[in-house]
């Protein structure tokens, strides 16, 4: 069983359109992580959302943590060809022994 | 600022070759890990040091063994290459912030592309 289930797999869109990704899950977290990864590169942290029902901006990209601490979501506005990448969300598995554990990811794609 | 090196970035093998893949970091960092990904599988985890001179497994260790050199290196080993381990390795090493929950993360390096026929 997955621990962290994204949705959706795929996402291609045009410039300018909005756009929702989501991490869910079945387990309660202390905290939940948004890597992206670009074509070639390893993945970079973005935001790191440790209370429920916390919203965290980063320019266009919203990230908003469940008020149950078992799912968060990415909201996208006005979408550009640079926001193209794998979106993955993270979580510790591995309690004080650290070990990040990924779900599948999003790949999207946006096109000019 | 080099951050997380690791090499080759290509590599070819056949079925029972070895090879080690080697990472270093330049950050003083105590903990490295090294994932693959896979198509439609995301990143899972092979093996993890949480400081010089321990090591442990992660999700999918079977097949691979490593090395924690010194606090700065981290090798990957595989004895004898199969068409499974056909993969993008990442190596990572873990910042950790002020304490739990504040600033901790993961710095990856750019990956090393293994295909065995």
């Known amino acids: 069983t997955q621990l962290l289930e994204q949705s959706p797999q795929f996402l291609s869109i045009q410039e300018g359109e909005n756009l929702t990704v989501y991490c869910n899950s079945s387990?309660?977290?202390?905290?939940l992580q948004w890597y992206r990864q670009e074509p070639g590169e390893g993945p970079v942290l973005l935001v790191t959302?440790?209370?429920?029902?916390e919203v965290k901006k980063l320019k266009r990209l919203t990230f908003q943590f469940g008020d149950a601490r078992k799912d968060s979501s990415l909201h996208i506005t006005a979408a550009q060809p640079g926001d193209t990448g794998l979106y993955l969300c993270a979580v510790n598995s591995g309690g004080s022994n650290y070990k990040l554990t990924f779900g599948k990811g999003t790949l999207l794609t946006v096109n000019p | 600022n080099a951050g997380v090196t690791q090499t080759p970035k290509f590599q070819v093998l056949k079925t029972g070759q070895s090879m080690t893949l080697q990472c270093a970091q330049d950050?003083?960092?105590?903990?490295m890990y090294w994932y693959r990904q896979d198509p439609g599988m995301g990143l899972r985890l092979i093996y993890y040091s949480a400081s010089e001179g321990t090591t442990d497994k992660g999700e999918v260790p079977n097949g691979y063994n490593v090395s924690r050199l010194n606090k700065r290196e981290f090798s990957l080993r595989l004895e004898s290459a199969a068409p499974s381990q056909t993969s993008v390795y990442f190596c990572?090493?873990?910042?950790?912030?002020?304490?739990?929950?504040?600033?901790?993360?993961?710095?990856f390096g750019s990956g090393t592309q293994l295909s065995v026929l």
């Open positions: 959302v440790v209370t429920g029902g």
């Open positions: 990572a090493s873990r910042y950790p912030g002020q304490g739990p929950l504040t600033n901790e993360k993961l710095f």
């Open positions: 950050m003083n960092h105590n903990s």
């Open positions: 387990s309660v977290f202390s905290s």
